[in-house]
């Protein structure tokens, strides 16, 4: 019997429960909030039908999730079955970057019921970077109707030409999103990701710079110069205004203020940004950045959200509120051990091997699958313990369209949800043969994985993947940018 994520407890009870090929089994439901934690659930099917009992809706539907896994396996009758189930991870994500490349409502859509019927409920949605702001803003219109069209796109192999390329949801789309979502136990979790990644922004509204000049957004990848002031109260307004607008479209727990790759160099050329870290009484410009991340992390809290920022915005080491949860991304200084090492939340995606934009001849669906956040190093058992899942994004920047995008997602985010919900490892050739049964009704929902001979392949092929990629995406151009980012 294929199912995934594998249950927690799964016993045949022997014998069969039948009923009309093309009708339903008679199911019971009941909510026991005692039963166990949030989102644990209980199946028993016996002679009289499925017996489903859970601790609340999501248990509930993530009952539902199985018991459609299981009538997959079986035509017309189940097996007389107990099964006890429960998350490892509350948080159980996915991310698609939308910024790159533009995925449609319907495409989201799709990836977003591929990902519930393996339980996945954190839609991590990345939304605005250096290549397009792609989420309609009323108070500032301009975020769009200039932030979101670039004019050409020197992605290496993936894209090359100089077409304008643009696209933005507007609000009515993200509600609908947000509604679908919804329905399926997944939470959408916007990310508006400041104050990096902004040329989008800057170019929409070159006052929020510390130069002010007029720029347009990015056509290649790379890390950019263009960050917002940390000096101008004027950029604290647009966020909070930005950020109010988002919550009233997204009802989640948490919102993403992204917060990576944040180079330097304006900000130390800046009088202003200079005069507000030497007001804070700040030695570093990196101390700067966890403060700017902490004053948007209190704003959020005063509304009620929590924040989630990527590692780079606690480098400073000054992060004072408990708002923060970290995604920890690469970490090149133990900042983010030290922050999950003192009872703070973490999520793992690790970019080796949760960034699935990278080929399967890099991070493989065995890596994937064999990872063990709990087993990072470093970690201490409080460590261990603040950590509050796992998500794996994908970014666009080689991937233009839904199929490529399907490729790469899947089946590796079927390994992600397996690892996410079950902390216990069946061997891989077991999951190996599940993620095949799979493959098919994935393409029933309008998804289609990667073939199968991607999915693990041999060192040399991996090595031939793994330079195919540099030699393919990695432009000049590309490198360049790469350089010029790291050094500021
Ligand atoms: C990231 O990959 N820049 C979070
Ligand atoms: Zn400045």
């Not at 039963?35 to 499925?50: C, H, M, P, T, W």
């Not at 500032?140 to 050409?152: E, F, I």
């Not at 839904?402 to 590796?412: I, S, T, Y």
């Amino acid at each position: 019997m294929f199912l995934c994520p594998q249950p927690k407890k799964l016993e045949l009870q022997g014998g069969y429960y039948s009923f009309p090929v093309d009708s339903q089994p008679q199911i019971f439901t009941k909510i026991t909030p005692m039963l166990s934690q949030k989102e644990s659930y209980r199946i028993e099917i016996d002679a009289q039908g499925v017996h489903i009992e859970a601790a609340d809706e999501a248990g509930v539907f993530y009952a539902n999730v199985t018991l459609r896994q299981l009538m997959k396996n079986y035509r017309g009758c189940l097996p007389y079955i107990y099964i006890y189930d429960e998350p490892q991870y509350y948080y159980r994500g996915f991310m698609i970057d939308s910024c790159r490349h533009f995925f449609t409502v319907d495409e989201i859509k799709k990836m977003v019921e591929a990902a519930a019927y393996f339980k996945l409920n954190k839609f991590h949605f990345h939304l605005t970077d250096d290549q397009g702001f792609r989420v309609e803003i009323e108070s500032y219109p301009q975020l769009t109707a200039v932030g979101s069209v670039r004019y050409g796109s020197h992605f290496g192999k993936a894209h090359e030409d100089e077409k304008e390329y643009g696209g933005y949801y507007t609000k009515a789309e993200l509600k609908e999103i947000v509604e679908f979502c919804k329905e399926r136990h997944v939470e959408v979790i916007p990310e508006f990701d400041v104050p990096g990644h902004t040329s989008a922004v800057i170019a929409a509204m070159p006052e929020l710079s510390c130069t002010g000049a007029q720029i347009t957004p990015q056509t290649t990848p790379g890390v950019f110069p263009d960050v917002l002031c940390a000096g101008n109260e004027e950029v604290f307004k647009v966020i909070h205004a930005v950020l109010d607008e988002l919550l009233e479209i997204f009802p989640s727990k948490y919102i993403h203020i992204g917060g990576d790759e944040v180079p330097k160099a304006h900000w130390n050329g800046c009088e202003k940004c200079q005069a507000k870290r030497e007001e804070l009484g700040f030695k570093t410009m990196e101390e700067l950045h966890s403060w700017f991340s902490s004053e948007i992390a209190l704003y959020l809290k005063q509304k009620g959200r929590k924040a989630i920022c990527w590692n780079e915005s606690i480098k400073g080491g000054n992060v004072e509120n408990d708002n923060i949860t970290v995604a920890w991304w690469m970490d090149r200084t133990d900042a983010s051990l030290k922050w999950a090492n003192s009872g703070a939340p973490v999520i793992i995606e690790h970019f080796a091997p949760y960034y699935v934009d990278y080929p399967h001849g890099m991070h493989s669906l065995r890596d994937i699958y064999m990872k063990d956040p709990q087993k990072t190093r470093g970690l201490t058992d409080l460590g261990k313990a603040s950590i509050v899942g796992i998500e794996s994004p994908v970014w666009t920047e080689y991937i233009t369209d839904f199929k490529k995008l399907n490729e790469m997602c899947f089946p590796r985010w079927m390994a992600v949800a397996e690892r996410a919900w079950n902390q216990e490892r069946r061997p891989f050739a077991d999951f190996l043969k599940t993620a095949q049964f799979f493959c098919d009704i994935l393409k029933e929902m309008g998804v289609t994985p990667a073939q199968e001979s991607e999915w693990n392949i041999l060192p040399y092929t991996r090595l031939e993947q793994t330079l195919g990629f540099v030699k393919n995406n990695i432009s000049k151009q590309v490198v360049k940018e790469f350089f010029r980012g790291k050094k500021k």
